[in-house]
């Protein structure tokens, strides 16, 4: 999933953080500003996404921001969302639940949930779609939260029991944050790719009207969503604008109602302004992964000399114009897991005694950065090109390649430098993706016993004392091994017009169609 958040955020020139360079100053998850008062029924909602989705199957749609999860949301509704601290909220699903430590679930849906052709949406039809999610055949964006479960049983109509690999007491936070929480109807995906996403059926608040490819969906309210009245608007039509610009001046000469966005720029001139704002910060964040498996990167003194020598601020004012929120912890101040223990520290001094020592054994630092075509991209590998000139023995090259060789670079680890990502409001599996030595997904090629077993760790937590343990581990080891250098929040925005009220995300940007209305 990671590969897929962070190609498609910069591709858009979208990969971001908050409106302020710390923590301290985060913004939350509320509405900033906007309509407010009792929501209001009627209206068409315009909004503007980050990317347009290449089918409406929700094994392949992406639940978070740059991807498509307000698409996914308004066809196939929730289960759970979790709020702005991370609790669980039951949504489609009356309960989730654990009595053995995680070591399964039971997961109860409300009763009378149907799907918009009115066939119902019960035990039988989850364990379709989660079964699925599970099979590679479907590309599903989230088979690491697919393939964390071992089995689904059907007790009753409304009840499935859910028997995990392992045992993962915090497993409802996988579900909020990916396709798991969306559930289509079995006899739709069953008549194929191309007819499912001719008329895509689910129970969530809005139905297909149609659907040109590269252009528009226009989505009308489904009559028998559960949670009536909602959704407040009528219709609701949804396009993707690639640049940052014109997202937001659209939004504010009213040719939109809301643009999805994670550009700093946008977020800080938005919240200046009148605007309707819903800010939504993760953990974690971008980062540039430093390739291990190869030199001069193999060498712990030589990833931490790279990250003495950068300075953030510095990057952060190239690229984003000193907007961004860089990440100095892992965890944000507000996370119950923040420790302070910070994953860089710009030191010259210490990174060119570093580089001297490595010349001096004959391994001067020289690496190439791979950089995606993006502005932002090239502006932040051209940045550190620059910063690092001005020690002795390293040397930087740039190279800009194509999106269309991502995926070989990232298959292949045939790189020195790649900027990827893994931002979260729940750790797992996000960070043992990311970082566990037995991960393909590991794109830093990261290989330590006591990172990966403090990992699997705070995954298998009971208390709150023993995860937040684990996880102090993992934020010691990162600083210590330097595999990558966070450089950016990853925060989402929703921007809307003064007269919109409603906006709400969960999970990783996550925006709920259901609760937006327009003041007439």
């Known amino acids: 999933m990671t ?8 591709a858009l020139g979208a990969c971001g953080g908050g409106s302020s360079s710390s923590d301290s100053d985060k913004a939350d998850t509320s509405s900033s500003s906007g309509a407010a008062g009792e929501a209001v029924a009627g209206g068409t909602g315009r909004i503007l996404a980050l990317s347009d989705p290449s089918t409406l199957d929700p094994a392949v749609l992406g639940n978070a921001a740059p991807t498509s999860a307000a698409i996914g949301n308004a066809l196939y509704g929730t289960l759970l ?6 609790k669980t909220q039951y949504k489609m699903a009356e309960s989730f639940e654990t009595t053995d430590e995680g070591a399964t679930f039971t997961l109860k849906l409300r009763s009378g949930l149907v799907f918009s052709d009115g066939t119902p949406l019960d035990a039988e039809a989850v364990k379709f779609n989660w ?19 071992s089995s689904t049983e059907v007790v009753d109509a409304q009840t499935l029991k859910i028997t995990m690999v392992s045992p993962i007491p915090s497993f409802a936070g996988a579900v909020v944050n990916s396709c798991l929480n969306w559930i289509a109807s079995p006899a739709a995906l069953q008549k194929g790719a191309a007819a499912f996403d001719e008329d895509p059926i689910g129970a969530g608040p809005f139905t297909l009207e149609s659907w040109t490819r590269q252009a528009e969906l226009k989505l009308v309210k489904n009559p028998k969503y559960w949670d009536a009245p909602k959704p407040y608007l009528d219709s609701l039509t949804v396009r993707a604008v690639l ?9 504010t000469t009213g040719g939109a109602d809301v643009a999805i966005d994670s550009n700093p720029q946008n977020i800080d001139k938005a919240n200046a302004g009148d605007l309707s704002v819903n800010v939504e910060s993760l953990n974690g964040g971008f980062f540039m992964a430093l390739n291990t498996r190869r030199a001069p990167f193999d060498d712990v003194r030589a990833r931490q000399a790279f990250n003495a020598a950068v300075d953030l601020e510095s990057a952060n004012l190239a690229v984003y114009d000193g907007t961004a929120e860089i990440p100095e912890t892992l ?3 507000d996370s119950p897991l923040f420790e302070d223990i910070p994953l860089h520290k710009t030191d010259p001094a210490k990174a060119q005694q570093l580089f001297d020592e490595l010349a001096a054994e ?14 932002e991209n090239r502006s932040l590998a051209e940045n550190i090109q620059a910063q690092l000139s001005a020690f002795n023995n390293v040397k930087v090259e740039v190279k800009v390649v194509d999106y269309a060789q991502i995926p070989a670079l990232r298959a292949t680890y045939d790189f020195d430098v790649l900027v990827s990502s893994s931002f979260f409001r729940s750790p797992d599996p996000r960070l043992v993706t990311a970082f566990s030595a037995d991960s393909p997904a590991n794109l830093s090629g990261i290989k330590d016993q006591q990172l990966s077993d403090a990992l699997i760790a705070g995954r298998t937590a009971t208390t709150d004392a023993e995860r937040k343990a684990a996880y102090g581990t993992v934020q010691k080891r990162l600083a210590e091994l330097s ?4 450089y950016t929040r990853a925060t989402f925005a929703a921007i809307g017009r003064p007269a919109v009220g409603g906006l709400q995300q969960y999970g990783s940007g996550s925006l709920l169609p259901e609760e937006i209305w327009i003041k007439k």
Not at 3 to 10: E, H, W, Y
Not at 81 to 86: F, N, V
Not at 483 to 486: A, I, N
């Open 331 to 333: 965890f944000t101040k």
């Open 243 to 251: 640049d940052a610009n014109q997202r937001l001046n659209t939004v």
């Open 131 to 149: 079964d699925r999610y599970k099979d590679p055949a479907n590309r599903s964006t989230h088979l690491a939260e697919a393939t964390l479960v």
């Open 483 to 486: 595999p990558v250098l966070y």
């Open 3 to 10: 590969a897929i958040l962070c190609s498609a955020a910069l």
């Open 81 to 86: 969302i979790d709020d702005a601290s991370g």
């Open 362 to 375: 004959g391994k001067p630092v020289t690496f190439t950065f791979s950089s995606f075509p993006s502005t």
